[in-house]
């Protein structure tokens, strides 16, 4: 981020689930960040099956915490920990200008889930949670919290994905088609055109 920065003036915040003082000052070397220690809400985790929570943790829950980011910024862009950037980023506040940009997959939402969500075409391709932006000009954003963490405890049983299923049905629910991140943006690496990548998911 400090060779591609997003914008000329940003922050960096970073939600963890417990780093040490010494390692929260190491990484403040590198570059002034906003720690924020995050405990997932006590209903998803009680309810996710142990075996969801155990492959993806409970911090991919944190994305839920970029809509409320929005009362502070005016664009919000969420990294995995698994993101290589290797090229320019503006691209993505860019693609969010409209309120929302991710990257499309080519399978069907009900990847994301043991079984069908009733009421949701399952049929219809889902996006890639690992890297997304948001801007204050997405309809819906000031609830999105609160209907996602809602929707979590609803369809626990079903989690196979962790949050992504459940972010893609709030888009859906919320009829928002996000603007498309590929190819530059969010490139699997095993995937054509990951060499040319601005932001590549190493899975």
Known sequence: LGRFPPAPDYEVVIFHGGVSARDLALLSRIRPCRFVRYRCAENIRRNIPAHALRAFSELVYAKYE?????????????????????GETTGLLERSAAGAAFAREEKPL????????????????????????????????????????????????????????????????HDVEPCELLPEFNVFRHRPGAAQASIVHAV
């Not at 079984?115 to 219809?124: H, K």
Request: proline share 1%.
């Open 66 to 86: 970029c809509f409320e980011l929005l009362d502070e910024y005016s664009s919000v862009i969420w990294l995995d920990t698994d993101i290589l950037i290797r």
């Open 110 to 173: 009900r990847f994301n889930f043991s079984a069908d969500i009733e009421g949701f075409d399952m049929d219809r391709p889902f996006f890639n949670a690992g890297v997304f932006a948001l801007s204050d000009r997405l309809q819906g954003w000031e609830s999105a919290r609160s209907w996602l963490i809602d929707a979590t405890v609803r369809y626990a049983g079903r989690v196979v994905m962790g949050e992504q299923g459940i972010l893609n049905l709030w888009l859906q629910h």
